[in-house]
């Protein structure tokens, strides 16, 4: 079906379940999958997937468009993989503007000139910046 096309097709953004990410490579094997870390199970949930996609050498490319802690994990762990070749999802539409997302950390993680340095801090790499995380909750 996927070959009929001359565009990619990629799936998997809304899918929480190992085993339906299995069946619809199976069935529908797209050129790229995308899981997102909110809900294919967190990071243990996207490692798994990952390594079925490894086991079915299909390319990985991340949907979590928010920035931050979602966004800063899903990266932590396609970092680790060398079938994640395709560009991580950033989107203002989920995030709001990304210098209102990036203030909440001491040193965030945004694309420039097309790439994104992953900290080597430990867990997900983000800290967070205290007085914008407080000022932030004063606003909602």
């Known amino acids: 079906m996927v070959d009929a096309l001359k565009v990619a097709v990629s ?3 809304n899918e929480r379940s190992l085993y339906n990410f ?5 069935v529908g094997d797209p050129d790229i999958v995308q899981p997102d870390i909110a809900m294919a199970g967190g990071v243990t949930g996207l490692r798994k997937v990952f390594t079925l ?3 079915f050498n299909k390319p990985m490319m991340p949907h979590c468009p928010s920035a931050g802690i979602s966004s800063a994990a899903s990266l932590a762990v396609y970092a680790g993989y060398q079938h994640a070749v395709r560009p ?3 989107s203002y539409e989920f995030s709001g503007s990304l210098e209102a997302v990036t203030q909440l950390y001491q040193e965030p993680i945004v694309p420039k000139d097309g790439y994104v340095d992953v900290p080597d801090r430990p867990g997900h790499g983000l800290v967070l910046a205290e007085d914008a995380f407080e000022a932030a909750k004063l606003v909602i």
Do not use: Q, T
């Open 22 to 26: 299995r069946d619809l490579i199976l």
């Open 53 to 55: 996609c490894e086991a």
């Open 11 to 13: 799936f998997g953004e």
């Open 88 to 90: 991580h999802e950033f």
